[in-house]
């Protein structure tokens, strides 16, 4: 099986000094490998060839039986990174708590120790018999959420 770490190695010294960021590397018992990047600016399908190719040159296929697929995240994909959580500020997110509640807003915040949303919330307001709609601004620590993703609204 492949080394992670050496693919790991490969990729960070492929994507330094650019604007891209290595989001996730899997491989599975097939050795199919997956490398996810990312950037502010979007994702370049040439650049994504030029890594690709870089990865297979340091990996000789004769020794190694795998396959490599070199791409972006996917667009309802969670976020994993702070990058990924700083680029979608402004955003519709949808929110999933380890307690299982989803919540949907608009990511505000993005921390290296935790994110902020702000989110509709049905309050009681006192002397008024229905319940007015309201933002409240919620944070979150990264290990309180199951997930945190861009919220595609059809």
């Known amino acids: ?6 693919i790991q190695t490969t990729v960070e010294q492929f994507l330094k000094d650019t604007d891209y960021e290595l989001v996730d590397i899997t491989i599975d018992a097939d050795n199919q490998i997956a490398v996810e990047i990312d950037s502010y600016s979007g994702v370049d399908i040439d650049f994504c060839a030029r890594l690709n190719r870089e ?3 340091q990996f000789d296929r004769n020794i190694e039986d795998y396959s490599l697929e070199v791409g972006s995240t996917g667009l309802t994909t969670p976020f994993k990174t702070l990058m990924q ?30 994110f902020a949303i702000d989110t509709e919330v049905k309050v009681q307001v006192e002397g008024k018999k229905r319940k007015e709609t309201q933002i409240h601004t919620l944070a979150f620590a990264y290990g309180d959420v199951k997930y945190a993703k861009y919220d595609l609204k059809i």
Do not use: F, Q
């Not at 680029?87 to 935790?114: C, F, I, Q, S």
């Open 1 to 6: 099986m492949i080394d992670k770490n050496k």
């Open 55 to 57: 990865i297979e040159n």
């Open 85 to 114: 959580y700083k680029k979608n500020v402004g955003n519709d997110v949808e929110v999933l708590t380890r307690d299982g509640k989803k919540l949907h807003g608009v990511l505000v915040e993005a921390e290296p120790d935790h």
